[in-house]
């Protein structure tokens, strides 16, 4: 017997045919999928959460850390042996959710983008390129759109102003 299940239920499972058996399972299996269902355990999980959760082999509760979540399914490693489980949210004791959310914070001011009138020729910037490697120059010449930048190693670049940065020397 199935620990924790209602032995009137199991008895009425016995008692049903193959049949009601297989429509039954087709019932519960679109239910599970459902989304609504997995966002509402999906909500109050995060990545390293510790959770309890259903062994499908012998239907008992262990307990492990979240470690990755995904559309349908997420991963688990069991506390104690660190065996990897990818189970279906309903497979989820649901965490408790918090009893009081904090009050929202509220946002700072998003920074204007810098513009083209904030830069002058011959001021310092920097920008970052496409490897991420931040280079430093001085404008040479004003554009519509973009500042053309000179890094002094004989080569210029083409930068966006929403990309610059002033640099002080000091």
């Known amino acids: 017997m199935v620990q924790g299940a209602d032995p009137k239920l199991i008895d009425a499972l016995n008692r049903a045919s193959s049949l009601e058996l297989f429509q039954l399972s087709v019932i519960i299996e679109r239910m599970l999928a459902d989304p609504r269902r997995i966002i509402a355990v999906r909500a109050n999980l995060h990545l390293g959460q510790s959770v309890r959760f259903l062994d499908y082999r012998d ?22 042996t660190r065996r990897e489980w990818t189970l279906p949210y309903a497979a989820i004791e649901p965490p408790a959710a918090t009893a009081a959310p904090a009050p929202p914070q509220p946002t700072p001011p998003v920074p204007p983008r810098p513009s083209r009138n904030d830069f002058r020729c011959g001021e310092k910037v920097a920008f970052e390129d496409r490897f991420l490697q931040t280079l430093v120059g001085t404008i040479v010449r004003i554009n519509q759109r973009t500042a053309t930048i000179d890094t002094g190693d004989g080569t210029t670049w083409r930068v966006g102003f929403a990309l610059l940065r002033h640099v002080l020397d000091i």
Not at 62 to 77: E, F, I, M, N
């Open 59 to 80: 239907a008992q509760m262990r307990s492990g850390k979240v470690v990755a979540l995904k559309d349908t399914k997420l991963t688990l490693h069991e506390d104690g």
